[in-house]
């Protein structure tokens, strides 16, 4: 059994076949699914589709991307929305350097909202790093010890992973693990601590190699773990079981 740990499929590619794509997803041993939010009516959309499905779940938050949206009613907004019974965290967080589609202040204003909502509702948080790195620590830095959470689509150093576990956080392996150039990732996924990994899609973004440039889905979780159980020399069910019981801890589901 397999936790896809960050999905997107209130996304509106999936409104044609939805339905499908979760069956695919179970059929190959994705059983739970953590769908992720990343503006108010996504985050609606991701809590509606956790109620209809057994084993899925839900976080709430503001994306990087749309960190200029967050004011004081959008925050009593997502403070209403964790009172659902399955919504797990806050999350998707953070900061995105790369695409800088709202200023750098409002990212950082807007992370630090939120993780002090995780941590006055005692939630993990579900944090975007894309390129801002030294920030991402530097922000965290003064919550380290009060909240916990995942680190998604991990993409920093091997330095950088071993701090974050350090500081009870989770690193999160996407499809990028299985592209031929992505040494450092690979790295990290061979030698963190299994009982700090997560596996996750990111769907219905980055695909892993053997489906590259097609839309992501759940079911191709199997490849990214696949490769990780190769790296590690480890069987696919060992790896099945300490990532599952891994997000089962950090999202307190069961």
Same mark, same amino acid.
């Given at each position: 059994m397999?936790?896809?740990? $960050?999905?997107?499929?209130?996304?509106?590619?999936f409104?044609?076949?939805?339905?499908?794509?979760?069956?695919?997803?179970?059929k #190959?041993?994705? %059983?739970? !699914?953590?769908?992720?939010g990343?503006? /108010?009516?996504?985050c609606?959309k991701?809590i509606?589709?956790?109620?209809?499905?057994?084993?899925?779940?839900?976080? #709430?938050g503001? $994306?990087?991307h749309?960190a200029?949206?967050l004011?004081?009613?959008v925050? &009593?907004?997502?403070? +209403?929305?964790?009172e659902e019974?399955?919504?797990?965290?806050?999350g998707?967080?953070?900061?995105?350097?790369?695409?800088n589609l709202s200023?750098?202040?409002?990212? =950082? =204003?807007?992370?630090?909202?939120?993780?002090? !909502?995780?941590e006055e509702?005692?939630? @993990? /948080?579900?944090?975007?790093?894309?390129?801002?790195h030294r &920030?991402? !620590?530097e922000?965290?830095?003064?919550?380290?010890? +009060?909240?916990s959470?995942?680190? $998604?689509c991990f993409?920093?150093?091997? %330095?950088?992973? %071993?701090?974050?576990?350090?500081?009870?956080?989770y690193?999160?392996?996407?499809?990028?693990?299985?592209f @031929?150039n992505a040494?450092?990732l690979?790295?990290?996924?061979k030698w963190?601590?299994?009982?700090r990994i !997560?596996?996750?899609?990111?769907?219905p973004w980055?695909a @892993?190699q053997? #489906?590259?440039?097609?839309?992501?889905?759940?079911?191709?979780?199997l490849s990214?773990?696949?490769?990780?159980?190769?790296l590690r020399?480890?069987t696919l &069910?060992?790896?099945? %079981?300490t990532?599952?019981r891994n997000? =089962?801890e950090?999202?307190?589901i069961?």
């Open positions: 397999f936790v896809d740990t $960050h999905a997107h499929l209130q996304w509106a590619s409104d044609k076949d939805r339905e499908h794509v979760i069956s695919r997803a179970r #190959v041993g994705v %059983e739970h !699914l953590v769908n992720i990343f503006d /108010v009516d996504g609606r991701g509606e589709l956790a109620e209809k499905h057994k084993g899925f779940y839900a976080t #709430v503001i $994306h990087p749309n200029s949206q004011n004081q009613n925050l &009593d907004k997502l403070r +209403k929305l964790c019974t399955k919504v797990v965290a806050i998707e967080i953070g900061l995105d350097y790369y695409r200023s750098r202040e409002a990212q =950082k =204003k807007a992370f630090t909202a939120q993780l002090l !909502l995780a509702l005692e939630l @993990p /948080v579900v944090i975007h790093d894309r390129e801002a &920030d991402i !620590l922000i965290l830095s003064e919550f380290f010890g +009060k909240i959470g995942v680190m $998604h993409s920093g150093s091997r %330095e950088m992973a %071993e701090q974050c576990v350090k500081s009870r956080f690193i999160s392996i996407a499809g990028p693990v299985t @031929p040494h450092k690979r790295e990290i996924a963190t601590d299994l009982n !997560l596996l996750e899609t990111d769907s980055l @892993p053997d #489906v590259r440039g097609k839309r992501n889905e759940p079911a191709f979780l990214i773990a696949k490769k990780i159980a190769e020399g480890i &069910d060992e790896l099945a %079981e990532t599952t997000a =089962k950090v999202f307190q069961s």
